[in-house]
């Protein structure tokens, strides 16, 4: 397969960046986006040229590293997949692909395709957690009995990967869908009501004070998100705000 | 204070003044409806509306606070989320993940704000001239024929069709979404869904159709 590649090269966080155009040669459809990016920056190193800076870690759709604006839609045309899985199988020979970092404010652009994330930790750190004492005293979670629709809300909710897709999806840059999903994921279990209140408090501070958008409800991000978090989880977020706001 | 502040206190307060207009706009459509049903109770409606110290002096200045509101608040938003993403893609396909109306309710309100101009031009400011500034006796009989004479022109009948069809697609979008901004989920959220869907093509269909008939039987 013969593709033209338009990639975003930004030497550091302070330069302009640009789209620069590669043309690749030999991509089989079995390779993943990522290994396709490697043919190509074997190439550029063999040639003498920097090569493609990008995100990457367990390449198989669990850490939430991989971030790539590919074609208009963060990780690509595929659905429920990250960048790392995604095959270029779904591309077709002659095919143009434009490759860009995921664009937003509370993310700023380190080099190439790679972004500052980290304003995803400190909204984690702000709340998403519970205090359980590990001094040996620790209560085996299994001695609480939990709905199993909760438990299994629960646990889909906890599937995020922090990837970003869904600020990187939404026109607004609103990172409502992680932060909920981060918040719902506590709030559906006995362990995590203690702390509820603060959480959601201070979750959705810290969300605003990164400088992301303000949802809009057009449902870009569940659409595009690799895990497909569910939008429900936002109403949930916002249900409880109001709940935690109205206490006090 | 943070709810007064935050990103979700902002979303709760477009929803509320949002849900507020529609109800107001549900109130509209019933009057207006009547006009083509049976002038008689259009008049006698309208000039109750039009004289009741409670609807006058109470309800629509609420109604205007809530129209400014929502107005001043989806500018705001508009602002801050295209703060949110100072460089924009290259390439972004909106389209594959998100629906036009969603992703343009800036513009669909735009227009809509720009129709309620021309409305209060027309209806507003006439009715307020013709009470409180010329002092005219009252007739409880002149709202149909006044009615009917604004429907004259077909210029104007079509800009309120037009802005119809835009209230239409902000509503399609806007109504069903202020449940979701409410943190609205429950066994009920389909049903609701569906009524918000119905509404949004029911009401403004209802005042089209109200404006080609006063249009056509002059």
């Known amino acids: 397969m013969k593709l033209t590649l338009k990639i975003w090269r930004q030497k550091n966080a302070t330069t302009k960046g640009e789209l620069k155009t590669y ?24 040639k003498g040229e920097e090569p493609v800076v990008f995100d990457h870690d367990c390449r198989e759709g669990i850490c939430g590293s991989c971030s790539l604006q590919i074609n208009g839609e963060p990780h690509g045309p595929d659905r429920l997949v990250t960048t790392c899985q995604l095959h270029m199988r779904m591309f077709n020979d002659g095919d143009t692909i434009v490759i860009e970092p995921f664009r937003a404010k509370a993310f700023p652009v380190i080099k190439d395709l790679v972004v500052d994330r980290t304003a995803f930790d400190r909204i984690q750190q702000a709340g998403g957690y519970i205090s359980v004492n590990t001094s040996g005293n620790t209560i085996d979670a299994n001695t609480i009995p939990i709905n199993k629709h909760d438990a299994d809300e629960s646990f889909n909710a906890a599937t995020c990967i922090g990837c970003g897709a869904c600020v990187a999806a939404c026109k607004n840059a609103s990172a409502m869908l992680f932060t909920s999903a981060k918040v719902s994921q506590f709030a559906l279990l006995p362990q995590g009501r203690i702390e509820a209140t603060e959480r959601v408090l201070n979750m959705v501070a810290q969300m605003d004070k990164e400088g992301f958008g303000n949802c809009t409800n057009t449902g870009a991000c569940e659409i595009e998100c690799p895990k497909g978090i569910s939008l429900e989880n936002i109403a949930r977020m916002n249900r409880e705000y109001l709940s935690a706001s109205l206490k006090g | 204070m943070a709810i007064l502040s935050s990103s979700i206190a902002r979303k709760v307060a477009m929803a509320l003044s949002g849900l507020f207009l529609v109800f107001f706009l549900a109130q509209h459509f019933t009057i207006n409806i009547t006009s083509v049903i049976d002038p008689d109770t259009f008049n006698s409606w309208s000039h109750f509306m039009g004289h009741n110290i409670l609807v006058q002096f109470i309800l629509q200045p609420v109604l205007m606070f809530g129209v400014v509101f929502h107005f001043i608040m989806g500018i705001v938003l508009e602002i801050k989320n295209n703060n949110a993403r100072q460089i924009s893609y290259k390439s972004f396909k ?10 343009n309710m800036i513009i669909s309100g735009a227009v809509v704000l720009a129709f309620l101009g021309l409305h209060f031009y027309d209806f507003w400011f006439p009715e307020i001239i013709h009470k409180y500034i010329e002092n005219n006796p009252l007739d409880p009989t002149r709202y149909y024929p006044e009615l009917v004479h604004k429907f004259e022109s077909p210029v104007r009948t079509g800009l309120y069709c037009l802005a119809f069809v835009l209230l239409m697609l902000h509503l399609w979008h806007g109504f069903s979404s202020s449940f979701q901004s409410m943190g609205w989920n429950n066994k009920y959220s389909k049903a609701l869904k569906g009524f918000t869907k119905f509404y949004a093509i029911f009401i403004p269909l209802g005042f089209i159709f109200i404006a080609l008939y006063l249009h056509f039987n002059q």
């Not at chain 1, 040669?25 to 190509?40: A, C, T």
């Open chain 1, 23 to 46: 043309p690749i040669d030999g991509v089989e459809g079995d390779m993943s986006f990522l290994e396709m990016l490697d043919v190509l920056n074997e190439g550029l190193i063999n």
């Open chain 2, 94 to 103: 909106g389209n594959k993940n998100s629906t036009w109306v969603s992703r």
